[in-house]
């Protein structure tokens, strides 16, 4: 019997580099640029395009920073932090230089939500983040009700999926990696295993779960 643990802090383990866009760091902080500045421009050319000032833009960032599902959050921050730094270095945005808003949302959904009226009532047209599933579902009921985009990096469940909203991922919804995975361990001729799963960020793992084992038993294997 094989063991899979299917947790927030084991999600590069298991999930499949070869079908995962951005999973090189790289390309993804150059797609998340390209993300931010695009949003940017569009908000400049509703919201300012007669101003001939040239006031920096704030987007802001939201993520866990503190407590055990931390590490996440700071190099998602540091990530994004190194983007901006990059972006102002060539003149910011139609020469609007781009000034980062961060808040902790302390893994906590309310406070999650709460962040996101915050960015509301401060005028903050793009929040980059939340980073985890469970999180990104909070955010963005709260950022429907406001004039906000969120986009996150990572955030992959599937509760997210065919809403019209004000929400957008760079990262691939739960079952396209969750089958991957449940059809190469089937390659690998383990035809029983036990899954343990983190209850924690459930809109993630349970989610993940879910499209593993319909995949695998499906495919004719079987959990114990």
């Given at each position: 019997?094989?063991?899979?643990?299917?947790?927030?802090?084991?999600?590069?383990?298991?999930?499949?580099?070869?079908?995962?866009?951005?999973?090189?760091?790289?390309?993804?902080?150059?797609?998340?640029?390209?993300?931010?500045?695009?949003?940017?421009?569009?908000?400049?050319?509703?919201?300012?395009?007669?101003?001939?000032?040239?006031?920096?833009?704030?987007?802001?960032?939201?993520?866990?920073?503190?407590?055990?599902?931390?590490?996440?959050?700071?190099?998602?921050?540091?990530?994004?932090?190194?983007?901006?730094?990059?972006?102002?270095?060539?003149?910011?945005?139609?020469?609007?230089k781009v000034e980062l808003v961060i808040k902790d949302i302390q893994q906590n959904p309310e406070t999650a939500k709460n962040t996101v009226a915050e960015f509301i009532s401060?005028?903050?047209?793009?929040?980059?983040?939340?980073?985890?599933?469970?999180?990104?579902?909070?955010?963005?009921?709260?950022?429907?009700?406001?004039?906000?985009?969120?986009?996150?990096?990572?955030?992959?469940?599937?509760?997210?999926?065919?809403?019209e909203d004000n929400f957008f991922r760079l990262y691939p919804p739960s079952n396209v990696a969750a089958e991957k995975l449940a059809d190469h361990v089937l390659g690998k001729?383990?035809?029983?295993?036990?899954?343990?799963?983190?209850?924690?960020?459930?809109?993630?793992?349970?989610?993940?779960?879910?499209?593993?084992?319909?995949?695998?038993?499906?495919?004719?294997?079987?959990?114990?």
């Amino acid at each position: 019997m094989t063991v899979f643990k299917v947790a927030k802090q084991s999600r590069a383990m298991y999930t499949c580099p070869s079908i995962i866009p951005g999973s090189n760091d790289m390309r993804l902080q150059q797609t998340l640029l390209t993300f931010v500045t695009a949003f940017c421009l569009l908000f400049l050319f509703i919201s300012s395009c007669n101003k001939q000032e040239k006031d920096p833009i704030s987007i802001g960032f939201m993520g866990t920073l503190s407590g055990h599902a931390s590490s996440a959050g700071h190099a998602a921050r540091d990530a994004v932090a190194l983007a901006i730094e990059q972006l102002n270095a060539k003149g910011g945005i139609d020469g609007h230089k781009v000034e980062l808003v961060i808040k902790d949302i302390q893994q906590n959904p309310e406070t999650a939500k709460n962040t996101v009226a915050e960015f509301i009532s401060q005028n903050i047209p793009v929040v980059i983040g939340p980073m985890f599933s469970s999180m990104s579902v909070a955010a963005s009921e709260a950022a429907n009700r406001g004039d906000i985009l969120l986009i996150s990096p990572t955030s992959s469940t599937t509760l997210l999926n065919d809403k019209e909203d004000n929400f957008f991922r760079l990262y691939p919804p739960s079952n396209v990696a969750a089958e991957k995975l449940a059809d190469h361990v089937l390659g690998k001729s383990l035809k029983s295993i036990s899954i343990i799963w983190d209850e924690e960020n459930s809109a993630f793992t349970e989610n993940w779960k879910n499209y593993f084992v319909d995949r695998y038993i499906y495919q004719g294997g079987g959990i114990s």
